[in-house]
T-cell receptor, first 113, second 115 residues
Framework: DAGITQSPRHKVTETGTPVTLRCHQT?????MYWYRQDPGHGLRLIHY???????DKGEVSDGYSVSRSKTEDFLLTLESATSSQTSVYFC????????????FGQGTRLTVV | GENVEQHPSTLSVQEGDSAVIKCTYS??????FPWYKQELGKRPQLIID?????GEKKDQRIAVTLNKTAKHFSLHITETQPEDSAVYFC??????????????FGTGTKLQVIP
């Protein structure tokens, strides 16, 4: 398996609190992504990064921010968590953007109560 | 942006039968189409992909076909086995946008292989 880990794996948080999810890779891949997975919606892109400090929005970016200060780490922050952000979050990495295989992390199950 | 539709959402087949999952895409400039398999509680993993300069690709019991004119592509699994039970996602790469090429996923097909 590609060297990609997510932390935490599970989290329960209260509405209105900030939450940060971490994605760490050891592959030195340029591209990193955050997806959320919900029943009936498949995998939807939240934000992505194409280099250190280079990030952009995906299709469901409202309520989320990201940062990438090092090649190996990509952080996803929910500034003020809402129940609609209860989901499974996957980080993914790829060497050359959309034209090569994306390797996914194990996922983080986030519950906002 | 790209829109990928996937059908059916659920599929049950008897062990040994074939399974076919179909996807359509909207961006005629898309040129990379991966398929991912996600077992229960696990991460999605690439099982096969195809590029637009190829009409068909096979890997043992799985194959993918691409019809660029109709903008649809399909996953074929032959001689299905219980371990093929999983959720399958198709995806399509969008046309160039600022140098980065996003991949849009379908909504997934839950395949159940009945022993």
């Amino acid at each position: 398996d590609a060297g990609i880990t997510q932390s935490p794996r599970h989290k329960v948080t209260e509405t209105g609190t900030p939450v940060t999810l971490r994605c760490h890779q050891t592959e030195n891949h340029r591209y990193m992504y955050w997806y959320r997975q919900d029943p009936g919606h498949g995998l939807r892109l939240i934000h992505y990064s194409y280099g250190v400090k280079d990030t952009d929005k995906g299709e469901v970016s409202d309520g989320y921010s990201v940062s990438r200060s090092k090649t190996e780490d990509f952080l996803l922050t929910l500034e003020s968590a809402t129940s609609s952000q209860t989901s499974v979050y996957f980080c993914a990495i790829s060497a050359a953007g959309g034209v090569t295989e994306a390797f996914f992390g194990q996922g983080t199950r986030l519950t906002v109560v | 942006g790209e829109n990928v539709e996937q059908h059916p959402s659920t599929l049950s087949v008897q062990e040994g039968d074939s399974a076919v999952i179909k996807c359509t895409y909207s961006d005629s400039a898309s040129n990379y189409f991966p398929w991912y398999k996600q077992e229960l509680g696990k991460r999605p993993q690439l099982i096969i992909d195809i590029r637009s300069n190829v009409g068909e690709k096979k890997d043992q019991r799985i194959a993918v076909t691409l019809n660029k004119t109709a903008k649809h592509f399909s996953l074929h699994i032959t001689e299905t086995q219980p371990e093929d039970s999983a959720v399958y996602f198709c995806a399509a790469k969008e046309a160039d946008s600022g140098g980065y090429q996003k991949v849009t996923f379908g909504t997934g097909t839950k395949l159940q292989v009945i022993p």
